[in-house]
């Protein structure tokens, strides 16, 4: 899918309604609901559509009843994460990355930790020369989105042997500060389902990858997020 088409202007930047590094506390104090599969399924496709998206559109695409999708978009206006404007639902993209972060990403933020010296694109390129299924997200999905900064840190979704790292020359990272990657299990199917193509890798949706930059946290992923919160797929 291609990446090349713009977000109205008029939309709130992600660094105005947030701030530098203030968000994450903010909307852990105002949501303790998570949110299952279904739900996050749906607010994905949302993020991405220009137009007003449908109740019956949003129900097919996250496999859940009309009336499922009633109720979670409900409960989205009522937080200010989507408006209905005849005759369907737009995304707040300015507030919807850390919403989402907070209610569904955080939940799958179980990880090992991995080093290795050289730079990490090439990291993930050899990871997923191995591994072509996993889905990859962090500094390095944001960087073949949309060229943006060296990568610090990636982070891959999905299953990889301790031994296989090691055979690729990985050493264990006492913690995500130290690491160069960051392996994560996969959510579930609808995550996977999701995922675009993006130079020869699998790369997690637009909105998981702009929340997984919200939780690495830092001022230049924030602006990395404020860009690609300006394009849809």
Sequence with gaps: M???????????????????????GAMAARRTRR?????????????TT??????????????VS???????????????????????WLANRAQLPAS????????????????R???????????????????????????AMLPWNVPAIAIVYGSVEDSVLDELGFVPADTAATATVLVRP???????????GVRQMRVAAHLHLVADLVGLGGDDRLEASERLARFVD
């Design 35 to 47: 949110w299952g599969a279904g739900k996050a399924a749906m607010v994905r496709h949302l993020y």
């Design 186 to 196: 996969v959510p579930d199917d609808s995550f996977v389902n999701d995922a675009l």
């Design 100 to 115: 989402y972060w907070h209610s569904y990403a955080s939940r799958f933020a179980s990880e090992s930790c991995w080093y």
């Design 117 to 143: 010296i050289d730079d990490v694109t090439t990291q993930v390129g050899d990871l997923v020369e191995r591994e072509p299924e996993l889905v990859v997200s962090g500094d390095v999905a944001a960087d």
């Design 2 to 24: 291609a990446i090349d088409q713009k977000v109205n202007q008029g939309d709130i930047s992600v660094l105005a309604i947030f701030g530098k590094n203030t968000y994450i």
């Design 50 to 63: 220009l137009e007003p998206a449908t109740q019956v559109e949003l129900a097919a695409h996250a496999g």
């Design 66 to 88: 009309q009336p499922a999708v009633s109720q979670y978009l409900s409960s989205l206006r009522e937080n200010g994460d989507v408006s209905f404007e005849d005759p369907g």
